[in-house]
Antibody, heavy 122, light 106 residues
Framework: EVQLLESGGGLVQPGGSLRLSCAASGLTVSNYAMSWVRQAPGKGLEWVSAISINGGVTYYADSVKGRFTVSRANSKNTVYLQMNSLRAEDTAVYYC???????????????WGQGTLVTVSS | DIQMTQSPSTLSASEGDRVTITCRASQSISSWLAWYQQKAGRAPKLLIYKASSLESGVPSRFSGSGSGTEFTLTISSLQPDDFATYYCQQYNSYWTFGQGTKVEIK
């Protein structure tokens, strides 16, 4: 059974940093592109970032570009999201999602983790 | 950027009803559209991809149609387990979600 388990969320002050992790089981992460999607409390889904199978290609939403960095450690079957210069509007549940294929073009997400809550507040 | 607009935002329906949700793209996305179901406190679940392809394990009462800029998700006979929020997502150019449609009990 495919499982994605996010961790690393919590309460952080504005301007602070957090690193989220997404550990996979039941699949080999190195075979798939991966993504992060977030959901602010009571709001809809917002795509945040995506990474190719070898980490050579990364994409970011304009709202996080220059502040967030996605990376992966295929040997650990894990994907990361480093979040710096956090703002109140970054408060959300962050989901890790697996792409259906190896590429980042014309691909949708077929498995999602349960999410980890990030709260940015003083 | 491609914008996705869903309608309605909320839909009240009864068990057994036929339900249709519409999703419009700000520019043509061919058939690069997915639909997800999300229940409160849970992760989204893939229902439909490439506008009309049913994901494995998803009940056949769910169906999708459309291409270009206008798409629909139809539930042929609403079941108790279907009361949830539904999102469309374009994946033609990066990824954008609609704002969601909450299907609630009438």
């Amino acid at each position: 059974e495919v499982q994605l388990l996010e961790s690393g969320g919590g309460l952080v002050q504005p301007g602070g940093s957090l690193r989220l992790s997404c550990a996979a089981s039941g699949l080999t992460v190195s075979n798939y592109a991966m993504s992060w999607v977030r959901q602010a409390p009571g709001k809809g889904l917002e795509w945040v970032s995506a990474i190719s199978i070898n980490g050579g290609v990364t994409y970011y939403a304009d709202s996080v570009k220059g502040r967030f960095t996605v990376s992966r450690a295929n040997s650990k079957n894990t994907v990361y999201l480093q979040m710096n210069s956090l703002r109140a509007e970054d408060t959300a549940v962050y989901y890790c999602a697996k792409a259906r294929s190896t590429g980042l073009t014309k691909v949708y997400f077929d498995y999602w983790g349960q999410g980890t809550l990030v709260t940015v507040s003083s | 950027d491609i914008q996705m607009t869903q309608s309605p935002s909320t839909l009240s329906a009864s068990e057994g009803d036929r339900v249709t949700i519409t999703c419009r793209a700000s520019q043509s996305i061919s058939s690069w559209l997915a639909w997800y179901q999300q229940k409160a406190g849970r992760a989204p679940k893939l229902l439909i991809y490439k506008a009309s392809s049913l994901e494995s394990g998803v009940p056949s009462r769910f169906s999708g149609s459309g291409s270009g800029t206008e798409f629909t998700l139809t539930i042929s006979s609403l079941q108790p387990d279907d009361f949830a929020t539904y999102y469309c997502q374009q994946y033609n150019s990066y990824w954008t979600f609609g704002q969601g449609t909450k299907v609630e009990i009438k």
